[in-house]
């Protein structure tokens, strides 16, 4: 297939405006008469709220508004489970739990009435470890509920005791990630203007999930998703980041909003956003594994417990994503898995960027590692007997066939790329002086889209101008990603028209069906197909108009660089005569598109069914070097091979992988955020540290395209898989370099150092 606009690096739609800083993001928005609003937070991560005094706060100086829980209409909300408050009532459980909110005429004088609030707090004891938390009797974090558990996802397949007395090898390891921050450029913004044409309010910012905030936004005020417009505008990176934060802080402005009738503005500054902002699950994960002699698994046992923080946001879910990754991409007859997420009053933590994989993938490769060790294999041998291949049969029993298994090869385009072998050998022999290199790397197969956490739909709207030109509209929202280059691609590719013809509009809810969240890499493969099925039916339309005015066959026509052609190439009219005649004579030249993701299928209760319809496959690979006298690791270099089935922008998948490495590398060696009785100690850059570009070594992307039957031109995910692999393969180099094994991310100076982990487990 040859493509004009699609799978080509063309620039991005928004480049100029967002690199000229014509760009306008959530806090560049101004409204005549706007107020601005700032939150007080709790002082303690667990306290029962005894008073709150507000009556010095609302004689300050520019203050209109002094607001507590007791005037929010319903200050319970959650798109899982409504548990997360607006803000606290009679108890906080964390420690970004807000109290009372004013609005003033200045951000400043909002900030200085915060100030003279008072609240009474009585200290509660609370639960900082997840493992306390689940522990039976344990002091309960939300009254009403049984105990600590959000959740539990078991997985059966065959018989364990089985599989491990059949084994010649049976290796029990314990490992443990950590609680990041996702570190988005910009902090949180929104404004919601009150009494806005026909709306009762609109609220606009920077929102990952423009029907997720309306959604929260009308069940908090009790009033119909149509009195609620939530319009998107650019944003300054989110990484899963924008959503329930989000969510809460339109909630409270549209309460002020309603109430002063003016609008309403909040901007977080950084330390605001570390403090209140939900974070990456951190994990313990306890595995089991038996293999024989030769290397091939018989079964394996895992134990994961995630730390939800006061609220359980999004951790049924992701734990559920963490349930069909564990294993990681390996056939065998015998696996039990369960998996829970607890309360505790740590910062509460969500979707990010990954979803629950990063976290189960660091533990399963490091674990193929470490068992490859025990058996004397390479860790390519070990895994090439047991990985997923075409047809092969996943821990939940799922068929994978129906798209290209290509285990095999991203993992080898990344070991060529790389030159795996020779170094992997090098390296694999004595080295003399303190600094010592190792290479290490890890495989992942990832579900695509939803799978089964929520319908799987999205919409479109193009419309065509009688001049040719056209505009598209999506449910699905640009987060940084590219969405908006991808989609004006597919849509040029459809029509035969050229990008520039072709204006994209942000989401707007009130214009374009709910479309779910732009979510879990699914906005190409979804999104992408609702475009395109837009696209399609528009050109339908037009050859159709064509046909009958030529007195041609349908099937004899199509249109191509602006053109209309017929079978032997010779161009019969231009688009723009086309559409200026039929917009002339009263044919509709816009079009809705649809698209529902194919049928899955998922048991609960034993852990089974068709979770994805689809999935991608990626192998990433580091080479380190280790300071062994003081700890310092360099990575070198790291490739990663990623099959997107097709790629609709190969630039932009590259700045995908780029990014995703980026962060991965965060991840897997610096990144943890400091908490004490759940209270944030790094609140800022200087303290939490994220990679610069002195951290990051020469990345090597590689696309590797197995067009899928379900994807647009093919097309599938790319986001989160770039970013699930890389503490892996990281690990796994720095126990090769220096045979120090650390199961405790971020791999820092400390651990790297004395070679272990700061708990037990494992040798
Ligand atoms: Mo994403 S982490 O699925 O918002």
Known sequence: MTFKHVNKGIKRVDAYEKVTGKAKFGADMEFADMLFAKVLRSEYSHAEIKKIDVSEAKKMPGVKGVYTAFDIPNNLFGVIVQD??????????????????????????AAAALEKVKVKYEELDGIYDVMEARKEGSLKIHEDKEDNQVIHHPLRKGDVEKGFAEAYLILEREYTTQLIEHSYLEPEAVIVVPNDQNHLVSVYGSIQNPYAARSAVAAVLGVELADVRVIQNHIGGSFGGKDEVISAMAARAAVMALDLDRPVK??????????????????NLKYKIGATEDGKLTAMEIEAAADSGGYACQTPFVTWRSVVQATGPYELDNVKTDTYGYYTNNPYTGAMRGYGSPQVIFAQESLMDELAEELDMSPVELRKKNMYSQDSVTASGQKLDGHTVSLAEVMEKAMKEINYEEKYKEYSKEQFGDKKRGIGLSISFRGCSLGAEAIDAAASLIQINKDGSAAVYSGLAENGQGLK?????????????????????????TFTPDSGSTVASRATLIGGNAVKNAAEKLRKRIINFAADKFDFSADNLALKDGFLYDESGNRLALFSDLTQEMGNTGILLSAYGWYKGPEISWDEEKGCGNPYFTYVYGCQIAEVEVDTGTGELTILEMAAAHDVGRAINPANVKGQIYGGVMMGLGYGIMEELEVEKGMIKTKNFHDYLIPTIKDMPEIKPIIVENPDPDGPFGAKSIGEPTLELGSAAIANAVAHASGRRIRSLPLNLERVLIGRSLHKGGK
């Open 485 to 509: 280059t991808i989609f004006t691609q597919i849509t040029a590719e459809v029509l035969g028209i050229r990008i520039e013809d072709i204006d994209y509009m942000e989401v707007d809810t």
């Open 266 to 283: 909040m901007v977080n500054t950084r330390e605001e956003s570390f403090t209140e902002s939900y974070k990456r699950h951190p994990y």
């Open 84 to 109: 997360q408050q607006v803000l606290a009532k009679d108890k906080v459980v964390l420690a970004g739990d807000g109290i009372v909110m004013a609005a003033a005429e200045s951000e400043k004088e």
